[in-house]
């Protein structure tokens, strides 16, 4: 039976967990959920993922909601391309560890509050904030010269070999990328971000996710 992954093809926290599916080529199900008819809301959704979001998975019967905590579980369980550091390596796993809390603290706020404002209002309608999105995009231009100081000194953010922290990255910058706010892709300001981002963003596992998400 394949791990069944309730969420949206176009759903930048779900793209987070199909990458690392597809990195680790394990069979699974996408089960569309009826993001603004309210299911998220109804009884049998929130005993799978009580704060009413998405994705959760259900493999074999173990249910799992948080996408970072999906991620790390798939890339611990199936064989195919390591994600997660030899966990008997303590400065490795504190490396990776390291990154990851950069994601989440230094980008994901920035990239997720430009997504928001400037893709998810616009799928329902909405005006997005510009003034919100010049800030976003202010913090974030500061935030990513901490990242050109990492990656000016090795390939991924965790070290020489990709994580699920670079993962992490692809959703959100993908969509600030197509809605406009390029700051990942200025290699003229950044060179290791721009060379990093083209690396993880080329990658044949993103490339499905995108055309799943297209062909959706």
């Given at each position: 039976?394949?791990?069944?992954?309730?969420?949206?093809?176009?759903?930048?926290?779900?793209?987070?967990?199909?990458?690392?599916?597809?990195?680790?080529?394990?069979?699974?199900?996408?089960?569309?959920?009826?993001?603004?008819?309210?299911?998220?809301?109804?009884?049998?959704?929130?005993?799978?993922?009580?704060?009413?979001?998405?994705?959760?998975?259900?493999?074999?019967?173990?249910?799992?909601?948080?996408?970072?905590?999906?991620c790390k579980y798939i890339a611990a369980k199936y064989a195919g391309?390591?994600?997660?550091?030899?966990?008997?390596?303590?400065?490795?796993?504190?490396?990776?560890?390291?990154?990851?809390?950069?994601?989440?603290?230094?980008?994901?706020?920035?990239a997720t509050g430009i997504v928001i404002e400037k893709y998810g209002?616009?799928?329902?309608?909405?005006?997005?904030?510009?003034?919100?999105?010049?800030?976003?995009?202010?913090?974030?231009?500061?935030?990513?010269?901490?990242?050109?100081?990492?990656?000016?000194?090795?390939?991924?953010?965790?070290?020489?070999?990709?994580?699920?922290?670079?993962?992490?990255?692809?959703p959100s910058g993908q969509i600030m990328g197509d809605v406009g706010?390029?700051?990942?892709?200025?290699?003229?300001?950044?060179?290791?971000?721009?060379?990093?981002?083209?690396?993880?963003?080329?990658?044949?596992?993103?490339?499905?996710?995108?055309?799943?998400?297209?062909?959706?």
């Amino acid at each position: 039976m394949p791990l069944k992954v309730h969420g949206l093809a176009q759903s930048s926290s779900t793209q987070r967990v199909l990458v690392v599916l597809k990195e680790k080529n394990v069979p699974y199900e996408l089960v569309p959920v009826d993001f603004f008819g309210g299911e998220l809301k109804s009884p049998a959704s929130l005993a799978k993922s009580p704060f009413g979001q998405i994705p959760y998975i259900d493999d074999d019967g173990f249910v799992l909601y948080e996408s970072l905590a999906i991620c790390k579980y798939i890339a611990a369980k199936y064989a195919g391309t390591p994600l997660l550091p030899d966990q008997s390596d303590v400065k490795a796993v504190a490396l990776f560890e390291e990154a990851c809390s950069v994601e989440e603290s230094n980008f994901h706020p920035f990239a997720t509050g430009i997504v928001i404002e400037k893709y998810g209002k616009a799928l329902r309608g909405l005006e997005p904030n510009d003034k919100l999105v010049e800030e976003y995009v202010f913090k974030l231009d500061e935030k990513l010269d901490g990242y050109e100081a990492i990656l000016k000194r090795q390939r991924f953010l965790a070290g020489d070999h990709v994580t699920l922290a670079d993962l992490a990255h692809l959703p959100s910058g993908q969509i600030m990328g197509d809605v406009g706010v390029k700051l990942l892709e200025d290699a003229h300001k950044r060179p290791n971000v721009s060379r990093w981002w083209k690396e993880i963003s080329s990658l044949p596992s993103w490339l499905a996710v995108i055309a799943d998400a297209k062909a959706a």
